[in-house]
């Protein structure tokens, strides 16, 4: 495609229709009566990735992906319904996200790709511009090579992203530009930050550092935290006690002992709002005085992360934090003030749902907001502030889901054998008692965590008639630091112990039929999956690995976590260096200690968990003259990407399930 014109204003694809429909329905509802949905009505695509609200409240922008998932545009639809629906591409298998408006007419999105040995849409770190009619455009960071082959005037070798608009200068951002490294894992990458006039683009470097870093900045746009990670993989916290500062300094223990994150600085450019943690807690907001290295603690919990902030308007302070790692709640810091109340009624007017603002205008006057879950999985709605809180939809995420037709995911809690109280959600159609249950454990596994919301496979299976139990063993996140790494080296010991106490739980409370339980995961799922009939044979009836983790000698070997030296170190630190212990909490060299039904699933493709962990416990299970069910996806990596193949494993798994533990089952 030539490097002129990366932006193709036609909005010839097929899908584009939607851009057309969007500007003509744009505030019709389009609830209808509830189906059982389909395979494929899980596996599709949302029909909106991202929407952002201009700053003068005339045009909203959205990431409007074709039906295959090949292909985003970029759709500007005027909100007042005279104006053209400018659809914007910059070609096949190209992708449109992060939207951010510079000004009330200008707008930067990210460019993304799909290319061989990457199954799904993937940042490149190229930033583009454009008016809203998509007349006057501007690659900001590219590294574009001509139709000659020879290097064009683009030489940009690293990943940009936009972090701040300067309010106060329209048009201009602060952009993170960080080098790609010279060679496979390495880890010492030049970090700048440019202001860059996303009209002209026309740039000015203002702070850059040798290390990888991360800059947050004050109200006026000067960069006043800087955390780079030192050999062990912490963070390491320098700050500018006033604006006035060039010399980085250590920030105070008075601040933060351990981590801390910039969330706001009022326009005095010292008043601040920070999310910190000492040691191993969970995350804590405080307010700060930057100059005096003094805090006030604002909200926080003892055993609970802080998980989301909302802010006062366009450019306001933190006015309530968002806990979700066990039951959903909101913590308003001054519940008589504006926004909290304007909040609390959003929650009332979507009862059962949660509330999070996206965007403002600059004046406050209208707002873009998203309403979503367990049954909903999004829809984005403006608020008009200015016409007695108005409230019209913008669009659905699957407008092909009702909530009719879904099942409630309820927030659980449990002990388990050693005194722990964990956290989960069982998902179940309405109606109680002892269902044939599917255990899902998360992947991850340090750091992510499953929290409320709609989650497709949890519904899927629900929708099948399964119970589906996701617990937050420890070595989740959203508990901190310290329960982070109570997991390190429990791979296959109290992690799996953790589990199993929770199906023991969902048994002993009569929401699992004992002799019909199975355990289906992805990635470290799908180890636990597996690992789970080898711990416990007495629970389950089946298990099925999803581009799981099956050997964990293999993994020190192979895959992308091992090409750097903190990937490296990271295995070591999670998984220890004992080979025995190895051995021992890998599936694939125990494949006489499973019993059950296997079904193995697995990405051809996939870079972080490569098909040779599928290969070693197919390989062992031929060799143990053990039949098992495979499905390998050509072209797919960590996760399949194409609603075909997705709706595929659904309606395998369907058959699977239905045969060990649903209405087949002897």
């Known amino acids: 495609m030539p490097q002129a014109a990366f932006f193709d204003g036609n909005g010839s694809m097929k899908h584009a229709s939607l851009a057309v429909l969007t500007a003509l329905t744009l505030f019709a509802s389009t609830r209808a009566d509830a189906q059982a949905p389909s395979q494929m009505d899980f596996a599709k695509h949302s029909e909106v990735n991202d929407v952002s609200l201009s700053p003068d409240g005339k045009y909203v922008a959205m990431a409007i992906p074709s039906a295959d998932g090949m292909e985003t545009q970029l759709h500007i639809v005027p909100l007042d319904g005279k104006g053209k629906v400018q659809a914007l591409r910059f070609g096949r298998q190209q992708h449109v996200g992060n939207i951010v408006w510079s000004d009330n007419d200008q707008v930067v999105v990210a460019r993304g790709k799909m290319e061989p040995l990457q199954a799904r849409p993937y940042s490149t770190g190229e930033l583009m511009s454009s008016d809203v009619n998509g007349k006057t455009q501007e690659t900001l960071f590219a590294y574009l090579v001509g139709d000659d082959g020879m290097r064009a005037r683009h030489k940009d070798r690293g990943f940009a992203s936009v972090v701040k608009v300067l309010d106060n200068e329209p048009g201009k951002v602060l952009v993170d530009f960080t080098a790609w490294p010279d060679d496979v894992g390495d880890e010492k990458r030049t970090t700048s930050i440019y202001k860059v006039d996303t009209r ?43 604006a006035g500062s060039k010399d980085w300094q250590p920030v105070p223990k008075s601040l933060a002992g351990y981590s801390m994150s910039l969330l706001y600085v009022e326009p005095d450019d010292n008043t601040a709002y920070a999310t910190i943690t000492d040691k191993g807690e969970p995350t804590q907001l405080y307010k700060i005085d930057l100059a005096k290295a003094t805090r006030v603690r604002l909200a926080g919990r003892d055993e609970e992360s802080i998980a989301r902030v909302l802010y006062s308007g366009h450019d306001g302070a933190p006015f309530a934090v968002i ?40 004046d406050d006057g209208m707002a873009l907001f998203y309403a979503w879950g367990d049954r909903n999985p999004g829809a984005y709605y403006l608020l008009d502030r200015k016409a007695n809180n108005k409230i019209q939809l913008v669009n659905e995420s699957m407008p092909w889901m009702k909530a009719a037709s879904l099942s409630p995911s309820h927030p659980i809690s449990f002990k388990t054998r050693d005194g722990l109280n964990l956290h989960g959600l069982y998902t179940a159609p309405a109606g109680g008692g002892a269902r044939p249950m599917i255990v899902m454990p998360h992947g991850g596994p340090h750091g992510p965590y499953d929290s409320w919301g709609y989650d497709s496979d949890a519904q899927f299976l629900a929708s099948r008639g399964y119970g589906v139990l996701q617990i937050n063993y420890r070595g989740s996140g959203g508990r901190g630091k310290d329960f982070i790494e109570s997991g390190y080296g429990e791979w296959g010991g109290k992690m799996q112990d953790d589990l199993a106490d929770g199906v023991k739980w969902a048994i002993d409370n009569k929401i699992a ?86 079904f193995l699933v697995q990405g051809s493709i996939d870079q972080r968990v490569p098909m040779e962990q599928f290969n070693a416990l197919k390989n062992a299970f031929k060799a143990a003259g053990v039949p098992i069910e495979t499905m390998v996806a050509q072209g797919e990596g960590h996760g399949f990407y194409k609603p075909e193949n997705r709706a595929e494993l659904y309606k395998r798994m369907e058959a699977f399930l239905a045969k060990y533990i649903g209405p087949g089952a002897k």
Request: charged share 25%; net charge neutral.
């Open 323 to 362: 806990y979700d790692e066990a039951k959903p709640s909101v913590q308003y810091l001054d519940p008589a003030s504006e926004w909290a109340k304007l909040h609390a009624g959003l929650l009332k007017a979507f009862p059962g749902q949660m509330v999070s603002f996206v965007d403002w205008t600059r």
């Open 513 to 598: 039929d004992p002799n019909r339980i199975c355990t289906y995961g992805a990635s470290y799922g799908g180890y636990a999956s597996l690992m789970q009939q080898i711990r416990y044979p007495e629970l389950y009836k089946c298990a099925i690995g999803y581009v799981g983790v099956y050997d964990l000698q293999v993994m020190k070997k192979e895959g992308d976590i091992k090409d750097s030296a903190s990937g490296r170190r990271y295995l070591n630190r999670v998984l220890g260096t004992d080979d025995a212990k190895l051995k021992a909490w890998s599936p694939a060299q125990n494949v006489d200690k499973i019993k059950v039904p296997v």
């Open 200 to 242: 002209t683009g026309n740039r000015q470097e203002i702070e850059q550092t040798r290390d990888t870093a991360t800059f947050m900045f004050d109200h006026s746009g000067r960069a006043r935290l800087k955390v780079i990670s030192n050999d062990n993989d912490d963070p390491v916290l320098m700050y500018r006690p006033d």
